[in-house]
């Protein structure tokens, strides 16, 4: 006969957490996957080590979804894609980012000192909200949407480099998109024989993509300006683009570009809070009509190529082929082929004074 077994109890097993055997530099490339600043402020309440590993983040992206002033509260959104951006831009360093703070507001510090997590929220500003991040290289801010208004079914799409001052602005235009059936063809206009219609200049058109030329620059100029204390506090920053959920406009600054940023004062509009558009020329190509892939009709399709007029110390020299690769890199999708289609289009020569 077999002996009785005996039944013993498993002794406890000590839990181990999995994610605390991770060493830091395998969190800190989790948390620069996440970006969202939203989402590092959660993480940054999880525990006292999140709370260390956050501020080391290198990649921060910034969504603003709505803005709201100082003293109304999220009801009273402001409407950013307005035709009148002189209004919303004079106030934008006294608004508050509802959507960033609120996930910030009811934190403390996980050491129970009963401090709020993030004490600079109470500006309400991004460069506040930035400030706790202190190695941060590439940085993406997101607008709720475009800055200059435009009718349904026009397109406008800007995009500029910056360094103290404007070095390279491009702007795709057309008077309407439209989707095209499949199988029908478009009969070429007898006036599309390369050169500028006269009807472009009795019917508005050239008056039209001043307007859009103008207004463009005064928003990426405004964006511009409110950066500089961004990139002050940021002496680590290589990367930082500043766009907008409608993909209107896009601001971009190189690590080359954020240096010389630092390097040279910058030159402030007398009449309001953005930096002053220098003296430009300007190379204008037009198609009365264009075809894109995904059945997509364009109609006064506009390519509008920046540059300023003299290129100083502040401006620094880009090459043509430089500037080619900007322009024909500048847009992605069917309006990256309008671009290449518009670049064999005949040119026209413009000049802008500084504003």
């Known amino acids: 006969m077999h002996p009785r077994a005996r039944i013993h109890a498993d002794p406890v097993l000590r839990v181990v957490d999995q994610f605390d ?5 395998l969190v800190l490339v989790i948390l620069n996957n996440v970006e969202d600043v ?47 951006p002189r209004n919303i831009f004079s106030h934008f360093l006294k608004m508050m980012l509802f959507t960033i703070i609120k996930p910030f507001h009811n934190m403390r510090s996980p050491n129970g000192a009963g401090r709020p997590l993030f004490p600079q929220l109470a500006q309400h500003s991004p460069a506040q909200v930035l400030r706790n991040f202190m190695h941060i290289r590439n940085l993406r801010i997101e607008l709720p949407s475009g800055d200059v208004g435009t009718e349904e079914g026009v397109l406008l799409r800007w995009r500029a480099e910056y360094g103290s001052t404007l070095q390279n602005c491009v702007i795709l235009g057309g008077t309407r998109v439209d989707r095209k059936p499949i199988g029908t063809e478009h009969e070429p206009s007898l006036e599309d024989n390369g050169s500028m219609p006269e009807s472009f200049y009795t019917n508005g058109g050239l008056k039209l993509r001043v307007v859009w030329t103008i207004s463009s620059l005064i928003a990426a100029s405004t964006r511009h300006y409110l ?15 500043l766009t907008d959920a409608d993909g209107q406009g896009t601001l971009c600054m190189g690590a080359g570009q954020l240096k010389e940023f630092r390097e040279n004062q910058l030159s402030a509009s007398a009449c309001s809070n953005r930096t002053q558009v220098p003296a430009c020329n300007m190379k204008l190509k037009y198609a009365p009509y264009l075809e894109l892939p995904g059945s997509i009709a364009l109609q006064g399709a506009t390519l509008v190529a920046i540059k300023p007029s003299t290129e100083g110390s502040n401006g620094g020299h880009i090459s043509r082929k430089d500037t080619e690769a900007f322009i024909s890199g500048a847009f992605d999708g069917p309006f990256k082929f309008a671009v290449k289609a ?11 004074n500084g504003f």
């Not at 055997?21 to 530099?25: G, K, Q, T």
């Not at 309440?45 to 080391?56: E, I, M, W």
Request: charge should be positive; include cysteine; hydrophobic fraction near 35%.
């Open 21 to 25: 055997c991770l060493p830091d530099s």
């Open 342 to 352: 518009l670049m064999k289009r005949r040119t026209y020569l413009l000049e802008m």
């Open 227 to 241: 950066l500089r204390s961004i990139i002050k506090d940021h002496p680590t920053l290589t990367s930082l683009v």
């Open 38 to 84: 939203r989402s590092l402020g959660r993480c940054s309440a999880v525990s006292k080590r999140f709370h260390g590993l956050v501020p080391l983040v290198h990649d921060v992206c910034v969504n603003i979804d709505r803005v709201v002033t100082v003293d109304g509260d999220a009801e009273d959104t402001l409407n950013l894609s307005s035709p009148k």
